[in-house]
């Protein structure tokens, strides 16, 4: 009996004995298991580190894609010639819905100024003769005295009528035998906006007869007027009530070219009929501008003879369409 539970005791011992060793054995130690947890805190720090770069490469990815996808369908940038075409017809739309009816050729807006443009020039010279030809004259006769002469002043008044049409009226005071008079020098209506590219002025106006007979006393680039123009149409020159119509002419090669056609009363008393006159005078003038180089713009312009004017040639350059020429 004693034997029996010695043998058990044995096979017991046998059995437990392994197990327990094997238990010993695959426990790990304690400096392994701290090594354990430092490399899966740093393939943890590794992998949050790639989850980053993961995700700005996908938002960058998508900002790419967001870009291209705008760039398609966004329409190509116009050219510099369709932009230019684009204005001028903004421009003409712009201008057609401000464009006033027919009523109101003559009749100004109430919200326009009524206050025309004025200007005031003077006209002055210093007379000086030296030797015996200096002696003085009876009175009233200042031709060859050592002077100074106010010799004339200009009012001039100008203003739009309206978006059509515009009003200018140059006034003289000047000094004659020692008297001072007052004169209308010009005064015309001028309609800007006609068709087919016509302009149109009616009142008083200097004839186009040249260039010198055009130009008032203070605008002219000498001391007194041309002997050509004073012996043919007095002092003043010729300006005459009558009508003007002048025109820009299209061409195929793009000049300047313009043509005018005067219709004027025959009251200048130094050439024509002077007041006993019932008749008109008729001035047709043609003028040319080419431009020969970036030194040299001469420019010139015939008019035919018609009833009272004569063949002139001038200089100068486009004159723009509703500007006085003074």
Not at 173 to 191: M, P, Q, S, V
Not at 290 to 306: D, F, M, R, V
Request: with cysteine; glycine share 8%.
């Amino acid at each position: 009996m004693m034997n029996r539970y010695a043998l058990l005791a044995f096979l017991l011992a046998g059995v437990v004995a392994p197990s327990g060793l094997h238990a010993e054995q695959s426990a790990p130690p304690v400096d392994g298991m701290a090594g354990l947890k430092s490399e899966m805190a740093e393939l943890r720090r590794q992998m949050q580190e790639q989850r980053q770069a993961y995700e700005s490469q996908i938002e960058q990815l998508r900002r790419e894609v967001k870009d291209l996808a705008g760039r398609a369908a966004a329409p190509p940038a116009p050219s510099p010639k369709d932009e230019l075409a684009a204005a001028v017809e903004a421009a003409r739309k712009e201008a057609a819905a401000a464009e006033p009816g027919s009523l109101s050729l003559f009749i100004r807006p109430g919200t326009q100024s009524f206050n025309p443009d004025i200007s005031v020039i003077g006209d002055m010279l210093g007379h000086y003769v030296s030797g015996e030809h200096g002696e003085r004259r009876p009175t009233g006769e200042h031709e060859n005295e050592d002077r100074f002469q106010f010799r004339e002043l200009e009012l001039a008044f100008s203003s739009p009528v309206d978006p059509h049409s515009r009003a200018d009226f140059f006034v003289h005071i000047h000094e004659h035998d020692g008297e001072w008079h007052a004169g209308l020098c010009e005064g015309y209506l001028t309609l800007l906006t006609l068709p087919y590219d016509l302009q149109a002025r009616v009142g008083k106006f200097r004839s186009a007869f040249g260039k010198a007979n055009q130009l008032h006393t203070h605008n002219m680039p000498w001391v007194d007027r041309p002997n050509v123009i004073t012996n043919f149409f007095g002092e003043e020159g010729m300006s005459e009530e009558g009508a003007e119509l002048s025109w820009l002419i299209p061409n195929p090669w793009k000049k300047y070219i313009e043509w005018t056609l005067q219709v004027q009363n025959n009251t200048n008393p130094q050439s024509f009929g002077g007041p006993e006159s019932d008749d008109v005078m008729f001035v047709n003038h043609l003028k040319y501008f080419e431009n020969l180089s970036q030194a040299s713009t001469p420019a010139t312009a015939a008019a035919a003879p018609t009833s009272g004017a004569s063949t002139s040639r001038t200089s100068g350059g486009r004159r723009a369409r509703g500007s006085t020429s003074r």
